[in-house]
């Protein structure tokens, strides 16, 4: 190949290719139907990825051919675009795409982002309030009972800012989420900061410990369409540090925002 058609390949290539990890922002999910994106009047792309080419190939269609998608924290619709990266000979690349939503516009100076779904959520809004004097007492007499299991975990845990998270208007037998502050973790040098919290699940009298989440959650939002939240959690970091986890069958991470 002569120099300049080398040189012309591999500006094609640089036109065609989203930037380097790092420099844009990346939403990853393991579950197809959810991407995180920024708010408008933010019109800067995410990459979205998935962990196989279907549920992106799904996303693109479902965003191109004019149907709307929805902010899980909200429940509020917006218009979604996804860029189809090509590669030099103009194939498509079905990596990743360069993801916008247009809709309503947030209400700070401050950049925000959003998780949003193809579909309605079923509960745009949960219940959150600082945990109830019974649901404490409760709760700390089940970690009291296994000193063995969780005798770390209790001096950890900062009762005062403990919450409650249920769905609005709640049957008697419906399941409670309780998340209360752990320890602090701190990174000057990587200039990271974060605050552990620790997840239970009440129903009725009995307590379950689902888990620890790294940092705190800025949102609950409906991703399994039952009683549990799932948890939009922020770490303190060098740019964004988002994740999003479920409850439903144990704690887990389905997905991550980040970036700068």
């Given amino acids: 190949m002569t120099l300049p058609r080398l040189l012309a ?12 990890a790092g420099m844009e922002k990346e ?6 139907g959810f991407f995180f994106a920024m708010l408008t009047p933010d019109v800067e792309q995410v990459i979205a990825r998935f962990n196989d080419k279907a549920p992106l190939q799904q996303l693109a269609q479902h965003c191109n051919t004019g149907k709307a998608v929805f902010a899980l924290q909200t429940g509020a619709k917006y218009q979604c675009k ?37 579909t309605p959520p079923a509960t745009p809004g949960w ?5 109830e004097p019974e649901h404490r007492t409760g709760l700390q007499a089940y970690l009291q009972s296994d000193t063995r299991r969780f005798g770390w975990l209790q001096p950890q845990l900062r ?4 919450l409650s998270v249920r769905l609005p208007q709640a049957t008697a037998d419906a399941r409670t ?3 209360v502050p752990g320890k602090v973790v701190r ?14 699940v009440r129903k009725q009298d009995a307590y379950v410990y689902m888990g620890e989440v790294p940092g705190a959650p800025d949102g609950y939002v409906d991703i399994d369409g039952n009683d549990l939240p799932g948890l939009v959690v922020e770490e303190g970091c060098d740019g964004w ?10 704690l887990r991470q389905l997905g991550t925002f980040g970036g700068h």
């Avoid at 939403?27 to 197809?32: A, F, I, K």
């Avoid at 990174?187 to 239970?200: C, K, L, P, S, T």
């Fill in 9 to 20: 390949s591999l500006l094609a290539l640089a036109c065609t290719l989203p930037a380097f």
């Fill in 27 to 32: 939403s990853h999910s393991s579950r197809g």
């Fill in 82 to 118: 996804a860029e189809v990266f090509k590669n030099a000979s103009g194939a498509e690349q079905w990596e990743s795409a360069g993801v916008t939503v247009q809709g309503l516009a947030r209400q700070s100076d401050r950049r925000e982002y959003g998780l949003f779904s193809l």
């Fill in 127 to 131: 219940d959150v309030r600082k945990i």
């Fill in 159 to 162: 009762w005062e800012s403990a």
């Fill in 177 to 179: 989420t309780l998340v």
């Fill in 187 to 200: 990174d000057v040098n990587a200039f990271y900061e974060a605050q552990r919290h620790h997840v239970f």
């Fill in 241 to 250: 540090c988002i994740s999003l986890w479920s409850l439903t069958g144990g």
